[in-house]
């Protein structure tokens, strides 16, 4: 079965600390991830993306197939980095994303 | 207009109750979710459209649910006779095919009181 776990639920930090908001996911195919973010009153939208091994607002994000973890990381958290943060699992051959059950990243001054 | 937008915000509907909950998607996203995001949980899939076509129903959690999409643009979740456990937030997403980068609205929140 195809799953995606965020063992925390609630991740409080200082500015300018790191960050790692861990993802674990299960399934038998090859993977493709996602972070997805939802700041305060605004909709979900994408963070990063694993194929584009790309570094956003200081964010990455390493595919460990091994350990089947895909863990987002940022050296130092700034306050602006508040929001929920959700792990995803993208099925290709059923089209759909199948999400974790989110972080909430608190940045404290 | 670029986003994908959702109608009503807010819906508060009586037990027993038939809603109907508006996506928009971005012009020309061929593929177009609904996603059902129960309080402190993440997104769960509902139901996956290609243009006009249903591909994937799979996570509509009972016969009182139906989604439909009938020009390959617009489309509508219908929950017939709401129930206390229908409450969530409805998100919409659309997208290109063979790519999980959705651009999703911004959710329609169903109360059943």
């Known amino acids: 079965a195809q799953r995606v776990t965020q063992p925390e639920k609630l991740l409080s930090v200082f500015k300018g600390a790191p960050v790692e908001l861990k993802c674990n996911y299960s399934y038998s195919g090859s993977p493709e991830l996602f972070w997805y973010v939802q700041y305060s009153r605004q909709r979900l939208q994408l963070l990063l993306r694993h194929i584009s091994r790309e570094s956003i607002k200081g964010f990455t994000a390493d595919l460990n197939k091994g350990e089947t973890s895909f863990h987002l990381k940022k050296p130092f958290a700034q306050e602006e980095d508040s929001a929920m943060y959700y792990c995803?699992?993208?099925?290709?051959?059923?089209?759909?994303?199948?999400f974790g059950q989110g972080t909430r990243l608190t940045i404290n001054p | 207009g670029a986003g994908v937008s959702q109608s009503p915000r807010y819906k508060v509907a009586k037990r027993g109750q038939d809603v109907a909950l508006r996506c928009d998607p971005i012009?020309?996203?061929?593929?177009l979710f609904w996603y059902q995001q129960a309080l402190g949980q993440g997104p769960e899939f509902l139901t996956y459209?290609?243009?006009?076509?249903?591909?994937?129903k799979s996570g509509l959690p009972s016969d009182r649910f139906f989604a439909e999409r009938p020009e390959g643009s617009v489309s509508t979740l219908k929950i017939q006779r709401t129930q206390q456990e229908d409450s969530a937030v409805y998100l919409c997403?659309?997208?290109?095919?063979?790519?999980?980068?959705?651009?999703f609205g911004q959710g329609t929140r169903l109360t059943v009181v």
């Open positions: 459209f290609q243009n006009e076509a249903q591909l994937d």
């Open positions: 997403a659309s997208s290109y095919p063979n790519g999980g980068e959705a651009f």
């Open positions: 995803a699992l993208f099925i290709q051959g059923a089209q759909k994303l199948v």
């Open positions: 012009s020309g996203h061929v593929s």
